[in-house]
């Protein structure tokens, strides 16, 4: 929630949105001040009946780069635009004439690796739950699917270590300039 304190508008994936089944709100500002809420899905497979549908807050934009015969923006009354696009086009060209400056991707894996390797992130906010081993075969990463590497290391400067009584390690990375 701080971190979304300083953003325009908030991105996440479909499998996240399907997985946390999110608002993406603040829910202590007013509704002319919240963020923008930017989904993306290559099919526009959304789920209609999503949290994110029903709650009143900031624009809702779909971002479909390659929508099924079946997709339909009329089964989402809530959402403002549908952009045709990828997740690149969306962010190198139309971001910046909907007012987003700065824009917090939460996820998942999958999204954040195909944005790691257009080169699109500036900064990484990464946390280390140390009270929590997690594992199994099906366990999503920084980068998505296990084994599904990037293709090539990304050169970080390490610029915030903070730490909570909990055991939680908040890590914020730069790109190396
Ligand atoms: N620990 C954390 O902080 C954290 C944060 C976020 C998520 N998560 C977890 O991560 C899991 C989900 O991650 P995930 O990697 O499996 O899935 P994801 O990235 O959330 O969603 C994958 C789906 O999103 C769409 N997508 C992703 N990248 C795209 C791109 N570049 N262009 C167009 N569409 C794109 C595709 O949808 P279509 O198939 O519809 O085309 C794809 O199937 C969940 O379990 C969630 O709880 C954890």
């Known amino acids: 929630m701080e971190i979304r304190q300083t953003v325009d508008a908030i991105m996440v994936a479909r499998g ?3 997985a946390d089944n999110m608002a993406m709100i603040l829910p202590d500002r007013s509704l002319d001040k919240q963020p923008i ?3 993306v899905s290559r099919k526009g497979n959304f ?3 999503h949290k994110v549908f029903a709650t009143p807050g900031g624009d809702i934009h779909l971002i479909v780069a390659d929508p099924a015969d079946d997709f339909d923006p009329g089964n989402y009354p809530r959402a403002t635009a549908t952009h ?3 997740v690149q086009d969306f962010i190198e060209n139309s ?3 909907l007012g987003i400056e700065r824009l917090l ?3 998942g894996g999958t999204l954040a690796k195909s944005l790691i390797e257009s080169d699109l992130i500036d900064e990484y906010r990464l946390t280390l739950a140390g009270h929590t081993l997690i594992g199994g075969s099906k366990a999503p990463t920084l980068t998505g699917h296990l084994g599904d590497y990037l293709g090539k290391s990304t050169k970080l400067s390490l ?3 903070e730490r ?3 055991g939680e390690i908040f890590l914020t990375y730069l790109r190396h300039q």
Do not use: I, Q, V, Y
């Open 159 to 161: 610029e915030g270590f």
């Open 84 to 86: 045709r696009a990828t």
């Open 105 to 107: 991707c939460e996820g």
């Open 164 to 166: 909570n009584a909990g």
């Open 37 to 39: 809420r930017c989904l």
């Open 16 to 18: 996240t949105l399907e």
């Open 95 to 97: 971001a910046m004439s």
């Open 47 to 49: 789920d209609p009946s």
